[in-house]
T-cell receptor, first 108, second 118 residues
């Protein structure tokens, strides 16, 4: 079993939709949770960062961590075509473990 | 501008022909690392370096070498490339303070190097 599981998609939504991206993990020692966004032919860039359980909001993006369920989510409100990218979750416990990424396409 | 620069961006090479992918960062970061990204497997760490002359293996180090003679540079060396090393490679750096991603330290990735070994 992988330490971090993420549905690779692809996920296709219409512009304006609410998008929910998720990861599950098995290591209860993870404390730091991150979401990276990767545009085609580019390197990943940090989008959101949370520590332990709870929610964090940044504009149209909300990151949610449920440590009891070992489940993290990224919500995108009012999705835009410019949000089309691959979204990778990542978790840290001494080293950084990445999910395999979910490919998102937002159609105009 | 904060940058991690990798070269070459695209390379097709033949089995057994030694190659080096260069990586340079202009942020005076202590931590640098190499990842490979493969479909279905995500990003996997190859090697990392906590400072000059300090390097260590990541999850998939076989077939690769690295060196860290200067703080800004962290080249990835494939001594005898094989087709299973065909992949997208990323160099990354971070201010680090205890490890990747801790304390809100952002990890900066290069734009990637597409390597094909035939």
């Amino acid at each position: 079993q992988k330490e971090v599981e993420q549905d690779p998609g692809p996920l296709s939504v219409p512009e304006g939709a609410i998008v929910s991206l998720n990861c599950t993990y098995s290591n209860s020692a993870f404390q730091y949770f991150m979401w990276y966004r990767q545009y085609s032919r580019k390197g990943p860039e940090l989008l959101m960062y949370t520590y332990s359980s709870g929610n964090k909001e940044d504009g149209r993006f909300t990151a949610q961590v449920d440590k009891s369920s070992k489940y993290i989510s990224l919500f995108i409100r009012d999705s835009q075509p410019s949000d089309s990218a691959t979204y990778l979750c990542a978790m840290n416990e001494g080293k950084l473990i990445f999910g395999q990424g979910t490919e998102l396409s937002v159609k105009p | 501008e904060a940058q991690v620069t990798q070269n070459p961006r695209y390379l097709i090479t033949v089995t057994g022909k030694k190659l080096t992918v260069t990586c340079s960062q202009n942020m005076n970061h202590e931590y640098m690392s190499w990842y490979r990204q493969d479909p279905g497997l995500g990003l996997r760490q190859i090697y990392y370096s906590m400072n000059v002359e300090v390097t260590d293996k990541g999850d998939v180090p076989e077939g690769y070498k690295v060196s860290r003679k200067e703080k800004r540079n962290f080249p990835l060396i494939l001594e005898s490339p094989s087709p299973n090393q065909t992949s997208l490679y990323f160099c990354a750096s971070s201010p680090g303070l205890g490890g990747w991603g801790l304390s809100g330290n952002t990890i900066y990735f290069g734009e990637g190097s597409w390597l094909t070994v035939v």
